[in-house]
């Protein structure tokens, strides 16, 4: 039987904020976090320029991968004592390939209230404006660091019908395009550089030429989410 939250016991806020816009910040996160008796953060020196432009003073804790284990107790028991807490990563929607799933699970368990503050999500924001299909999608995250699970989660993407969205860091986006241009290098792929910064970029087309274009680049920069559209459609396009 499902826990019951107590009268006494207080919320924990899953708040989305800017993928690099500060100014897509909502004003309903914006009030949540100021109204936060304490905010859980991936990284709080990242968090402090947000809370710097937007004067957010709530007390901040740390709450990151290495530490989520040994963290959760303690801010579970002040969930529990009523107080108001806001899980917040270094960009985006929390706990979507970043971490807070541990500390939301908890909260389920014991009862306690967790309420999403809807907002900027990159993975939703590249598939918006990719042109590729969005009535099914596949959301891949980060792949394997070893070059074997690495292939293996590529080809179950070319082998999916619908799209997959995958996180990709700047040391691997030319690997990753590349091993795709290898395996299938007519599937259809969309890169979005940078999202809501200064230097956003967007590039679409084949992985052959995607390559070629990447490769052809003295440096590359910023965070990417790659889009490979679906094996059905690609068929079809």
């Known amino acids: 039987m499902a826990n019951h939250k107590t009268k006494s016991a207080g919320t924990l806020f899953v708040v989305s ?105 990159a993975a939703i924001a590249a598939l918006s404006v990719s042109g590729f299909e969005t009535d099914r999608f596949t959301f891949f995250g980060f792949l394997p660091l070893k070059p074997g699970k690495r292939e293996k989660a590529v080809r179950e993407a070319l082998a999916s019908d619908c799209c997959v969205i995958i996180y990709e860091s700047v040391h691997k986006i030319l690997k990753t395009v590349g091993l795709i241009a290898e395996i299938e290098p007519e599937r259809q792929l969309f890169v979005a550089r940078e999202m809501s910064k200064m230097h956003e970029e967007y590039l679409s087309g084949s992985a052959q030429d995607l390559q070629k274009d990447l490769s052809a680049r003295s440096s590359l920069k910023g965070e990417f989410v790659l889009i490979v559209r679906g094996a059905k459609h690609s068929l079809n396009s």
């Open 17 to 121: 904020t800017p993928i690099g816009n500060l100014e897509d910040l909502s004003s309903r996160a914006l009030d949540t976090l100021k109204r936060s008796d304490l905010i859980i953060a991936e990284d709080t020196r990242h968090f402090g320029r947000l809370a710097k432009r937007f004067q957010i003073q709530s007390k901040t804790l740390s709450y990151h991968d290495h530490n989520e284990s040994s963290r959760s107790p303690e801010i579970l028991a002040q969930l529990e004592a009523g107080s108001t807490v806001s899980l917040v990563s270094d960009a985006g929607t929390p706990t979507i390939s970043d971490p807070g799933f541990r500390i939301v699970r908890a909260c389920r368990e014991a009862g306690i209230n967790v309420i999403p503050i809807p907002g900027p999500s």
